[in-house]
């Protein structure tokens, strides 16, 4: 761990513009003398911790720190606790934040930089009830309490997004809770292999050269796995369930920050993009090679030169201005580029059919993410020159409301039983919805529809192993000729077509790149 006078040398560092509110030499001067009188390292960090808070606050609404008071304090507080991830406006934090800022004020106060020096404890006094040492002004999120609501009318406006202290280290953290959780609990075995199937576990990690290289691929998966996949049982991402699982207490987590950047997280976006140029030190401007869009992020890159004609694809969060820590380069030859940008708006294209031709670049890369990964090393060098040249007679559709019957439950059972996706069932209930409106189907014989929809399935996405016997054996031994005659009906009804974009799912739309 850096000790504080490296962390305050870096906070300078990276931004002289801190001097303006706080002078590096103020708050270098204030921690030696703290640490003059004894104080120890993690107490020094708490210090800077509390008094990085602090500026914060000061440079966000422009005030100085001399001229504050008690009140002004009191909104610092409670816009910490609302603005910062890990602050909460406890009891602890509360006085610990008081005492240091009001060891600070004493120390700048010698320097004749504050002209009200008791404001720290004037602000203890306003939040305390003397009595039972209960806060009586705002709750632990930095809320004001009822008969406080005088403090909101000049309450500080909030940032757009939370502030985070140690970004990086955070992020590692809350990605390594989930990752734990899903390896140890055993019920998403299943899924861990599926997701390592489609993300490219043909590609042996014996194969790669080195460590790092190995640990990279590792490190890439999980980022996949948490972030883009979608779990067998629920049309969800692991992060969700693992979020959802820790708001609802079933999931314990005792640091408050974890579930700030949980939330954060789960706003991460899946993006290709490319460098263009500098913005400032330490700042890009990336553009999004699907839309056009353009980002500054945060890349301390040396010079972009290198990186001119390559794409990147990664996860940028934190209103899109942060990447993840695995980022893909892949250089790309203008014409490759064409071709690459041709292929994803076809396959795009393809599956819009089923959103009734209205889906976007970032819907499209959220429902098809390991579509996109793959069809970017396939053709980001021209490893492979065909274009994605598929032709659908589906002009328009509409799908209908998935049933509530028989054969729907019957599909839903027989599948998650098999290790059918929650997307698969979906899509083939949504068949057989489709097939029963056409016809007006009564489906006396539940069974044998259940298992043509399936087989049906099964056959126009070309990925499946299963054979009509297996599909048999998957519905309750129904006879093979029963769904055959069933199937070739709903084939028929529907005009149903190989990968027909109505009713592929990603593996599927994968197959029709790699065929």
Not at 98 to 126: C, E, R, T, W
Not at 270 to 293: A, H, K, M, W, Y
Not at 328 to 339: A, D, I, L, M, N
Not at 348 to 376: C, Q, T
């Amino acid at each position: 761990m850096d000790n504080v006078f490296d962390l305050i040398e870096a906070f300078y560092e990276h931004d002289p513009g801190w001097n303006e509110i706080l002078s590096q030499r103020d708050a270098e001067g204030y921690l030696r003398a703290r640490t003059w009188e004894g104080a120890e390292d993690e107490e020094l960090l708490d210090i800077w911790d509390n008094i990085n808070c602090f500026c914060l606050y000061v440079g966000h609404t422009e005030a100085y720190i001399g001229d504050l008071n008690g009140e002004d304090i009191v909104d610092c507080i409670a816009w910490c606790a609302r603005n910062i991830s890990g602050f909460k406006a406890d009891y602890n934090r509360i006085t610990t934040f008081i005492y240091d800022l009001s060891g600070f004020y004493q120390y700048m106060a010698k320097k004749k930089k504050v002209s009200n020096v008791g404001a720290p404890l004037d602000a203890l006094d306003l939040l305390m009830d003397t009595e039972d040492d209960s806060i009586t002004v705002i709750d632990a999120d930095g809320n004001f309490l009822p008969g406080f609501e005088a403090y909101d009318e000049v309450s500080a406006q909030d940032l757009p997004e939370k502030v985070y202290f140690n970004i990086g280290n955070l992020v590692d953290k809350t990605i390594n809770s989930v990752c734990n959780y899903f390896i140890k609990e055993a019920k998403y075995k299943k899924d861990i292999a599926r997701a390592r199937y489609m993300f490219g576990d043909y590609m042996s990690i014996a194969e790669f050269d080195d460590e790092e290289q190995k640990a990279e691929f590792e490190k890439s998966f999980w980022e996949y796995f948490i972030l883009d996949y979608h779990m067998l049982d629920v049309y969800k991402t692991p992060l969700q369930v693992y979020y959802e699982l820790a708001v609802a207490g079933k999931v314990k987590i005792e640091d408050s920050s974890l579930i700030d950047m949980l939330r954060e997280l789960l706003k991460a976006e899946l993006v290709l993009f490319s460098i263009e140029e500098p913005i400032e030190q330490g700042i890009v401007c990336c553009r999004n090679f699907l839309t056009g869009e353009d980002y500054a992020i945060l890349m301390d890159l040396e010079s972009i030169d290198e990186y001119k004609g390559m794409l990147f694809l990664g996860h940028l969060f934190y209103n899109k201005s942060i990447t993840l820590s695995v980022v893909r380069g892949h250089y790309t030859k203008p014409s490759s580029k064409k071709v690459l940008y041709d292929i994803l708006e076809r396959a795009k294209s393809w599956v819009a059919v089923r959103y009734e031709n209205d889906l976007s670049w970032n819907e499209f890369v959220v429902d098809f993410p390991i579509f996109m990964r793959h069809a970017i090393t396939i053709y980001s060098r021209y490893v492979r020159m065909d274009r994605f040249d598929y032709k659908t007679k589906v002009n328009s559709y509409k799908s209908q409301p998935i049933l509530d019957d028989k054969v729907s439950n019957k599909l839903k059972k027989a599948m998650l039983s098999y290790s059918f996706s929650s997307l698969d069932v979906r899509l083939v209930q949504t068949l057989w919805s489709d097939y029963k409106h056409l016809t007006g189907e009564k489906a006396t014989l539940p069974e044998v529809w259940t298992a043509a929809a399936l087989y049906t399935f099964t056959e126009l996405n070309c990925v499946y192993t299963y054979d009509i016997g297996k599909i048999s054996e998957i519905c309750e031994f129904v006879p093979i000729d029963a769904i055959k005659r069933a199937s070739q009906s709903m084939k028929e009804v529907l005009a149903i077509e190989t990968h027909d974009p109505r009713y592929v799912n990603e593996e599927g739309l994968l197959l029709m790149a790699l065929q």
